[in-house]
């Protein structure tokens, strides 16, 4: 029976599906760039396989899982500095983020974190930072610099975005309506405004002609608020802990806010002295481990001096390993000496959380309001509250 031969386009693109044992069931034979690109593949999705007796599970210089599939089919092992030059080299810029994350989320390619050479070429990115927070405990030396420098650049980056938003959200804005000659008398900075026009002084007269009045802006001002980020650092939360480091800086930066941050999982960290730079914040989290809510809560409740003027947010996905009556108890405590307070099931730019929906029902009922927000979202929330 004679089998339909389809087109050299469509039996390359099913070779580079299927991989390095494509040719024997589409008869196909890829040359030139078409088999560079398989073997770039081949180095990271022959992991799919590992342990189904298909393919070997180390990836491309691996031995297969059966007799008859020798080693000798397998191409050149790749380096992973190598192997990230043709993958940028060979695709196109959308396959290449897709393939780098997968790398880093699905197959767990620890080279790309681990190896200076790697992290000084990599396009910077929020997933990347991730990963980099994730595999720091392996990290030294060049690694680790050029870890640091590339936290740096994502924090950038975030801060460059976010602040601005913020600052307007917190402190307030400059009026826009027209001012009444009583608003405009009030407004004068009489001071700077003899000094602006004392060449207008006419000695005959003994006058001074004002051309040029100065006015102070009026921003809204406020008393000091201390605000309390109190974030879960548990393995699913990272990219909330990336953007509660950043807005922890940037609130700290503003005037009408004391800010505060801590870390939890089984244990409390206060980086309250750090909290003006991410990245420290950033390089010494511990991704992973249990998660102790009510001990969490117990310690900020420790950092409330004037409670009716505290903001806490507590920034977690709610899966308590703890006593469930101790974490109700601490939020109830709370919000009775009254603290305003916000749980926040993700912070970040997607903020599409997973997390445990009946035990934030519970906090809710205790008076936290619950929500998952954007960053831009939590300033204008912040300034809300404190406005």
């Not at 307007?168 to 001071?191: F, K, Q």
């Amino acid at each position: 029976m004679l089998r339909a031969v389809p087109p050299r386009s469509t039996r390359e693109r099913w070779a580079l599906l299927l991989g390095r044992y494509a040719e024997r069931g589409l008869g196909a034979q890829l040359s030139g760039r078409d088999k560079r690109r398989s073997a770039a593949l081949e180095f990271l999705y022959g992991r799919e396989y590992g342990g189904r007796g298909v393919r070997g599970g180390g990836g491309a210089g691996s031995g297969d899982g059966d007799g008859e599939r020798g080693a000798g089919l397998a191409p050149t092992q790749l380096e992973v500095p190598r192997w990230l030059a043709e993958v940028r080299e060979l695709f196109p810029r959308e396959t290449v983020e897709v393939v780098e994350r997968h790398a880093l989320e699905r197959y767990g390619l620890s080279e790309l974190v681990t190896d200076a050479q790697v992290l000084a070429k990599i396009e910077p990115s929020l997933e990347l930072a991730r990963a980099v927070l994730s595999f720091r405990h392996l990290m030294k030396g060049d690694v680790l610099a050029e870890a640091r420098k590339l936290i740096r650049r994502v924090v950038d980056e975030l801060t460059r975005r976010l602040e601005p938003a913020v600052r307007r959200a917190v402190i307030g804005r400059r009026h826009r309506h027209r001012a009444t000659p009583l608003e405009i008398s009030a407004n004068l900075d009489a001071r700077a405004t003899i000094r602006a026009n004392l060449r207008h002084y006419d000695v005959a007269s003994k006058r001074l002609v004002i051309a040029s009045p100065r006015f102070v802006d009026r921003v809204r001002r406020h008393l000091p608020w201390r605000v309390i980020l109190c974030v879960d650092q548990s393995g699913s939360m990272a990219s909330s802990v990336i953007h509660s480091a950043v807005m922890a800086a940037i609130f700290a930066r503003l005037p009408a806010v004391d800010a505060r941050l801590v870390l939890f999982d089984t244990s409390v960290v206060d980086l309250s002295e750090q909290v003006d730079d991410p990245v420290e914040v950033l390089l010494s989290v511990q991704l992973g481990g249990g998660t102790d809510i009510g001990q969490a809560l117990g310690y900020c409740e420790g950092l409330v001096q004037s409670p009716r003027r505290t903001v806490l947010v507590l920034i977690s996905d709610f899966a308590d390993g703890a006593s469930e009556a101790a974490l109700v108890a601490r939020v109830r405590g709370l919000r009775e000496a009254g603290v305003r307070l916000l749980g926040l099931a993700a912070l970040d730019d997607d903020a599409a959380p997973s997390y445990d929906e009946a035990s934030a029902a519970r906090l809710a009922d205790e008076g936290m309001e619950i929500a998952a927000l954007t960053p831009d979202k939590l300033g204008e929330w912040l300034g809300r509250v404190i406005r």
